[in-house]
């Protein structure tokens, strides 16, 4: 099965979603599936075209071509992802994370249909979701599957897109088991909890 893989993060980033989707692609190639990655380029420095594993990524300037507000670099970089997309040929699209990026997915619909699987992970998008004009809720009510990694989120989600119930399914977010078990610390402990800043998007619906 050819797998186009669509997902706004992706490697060397590290995080939740970024390790989730590298893990998932591996597994999916080691199955003997053929991916490739659609990702964005954050860091202009990242090549647009590079391998993780075996596996071809390509990086297009989505947040540059949509912060830019220009028609012609959105018509261009429209052109670009309808052009991989035929391409590819890909059996089934798999949306693993709901961005604006999203956008350019939903434009080149027609350039070349396959399947589109939606993975659902962030928390609160059903506010997205609820308005049929917008990227997300687009991009929800025209999945052909969706997937949620919980039953919450799930509930939630039909409960804005009443019509997703027949064709979704949960699978929650699995981690390998730790290879030794955990010592107890003790009661005076002081925890140092380590995050990072990237450069990310915060919408609100009006």
Not at 108 to 135: E, F, M, S
Request: net charge neutral; proline share 7%.
């Amino acid at each position: 099965m050819r797998i186009l893989f669509w997902t706004g993060s992706f490697w060397p980033h590290i995080g939740g979603a970024d390790v989730m989707a590298t893990r998932l692609v591996v597994a999916l190639r080691e199955r003997g599936h053929q991916v490739l990655v659609v990702t964005g380029r954050s860091d202009p420095e990242l090549p647009a075209e590079e391998g993780y594993h075996g596996i071809p990524v390509r990086r297009f300037d989505f947040w540059e071509t949509l912060h830019s507000g220009s028609l012609e670099g959105f018509v261009a970089m429209r052109s670009a992802v309808g052009a991989l997309k035929r391409e590819f040929r890909s059996d089934i699209i798999h949306l693993a994370f709901l961005g604006p990026d999203v956008i350019f997915h939903l434009e080149t619909a027609r350039a070349y249909a396959a399947p589109t699987l939606v993975t659902v992970q962030q928390a609160g998008i059903h506010a997205w979701g609820n308005q049929p004009d917008t990227v997300l809720g687009r991009a929800l009510r025209a999945a052909d599957w969706a997937v949620y990694c919980s039953q919450a989120m799930r509930r939630e989600m039909e409960g804005v897109i009443p019509e997703l119930a027949s064709r979704s399914s949960v699978i929650p977010n699995a981690l390998d088991p730790p290879s030794e078990q955990p010592t107890p610390l003790p009661e005076e402990t002081r925890v140092l909890c380590m995050g990072r800043m990237v450069r990310g998007w915060t919408a609100r619906p009006e």
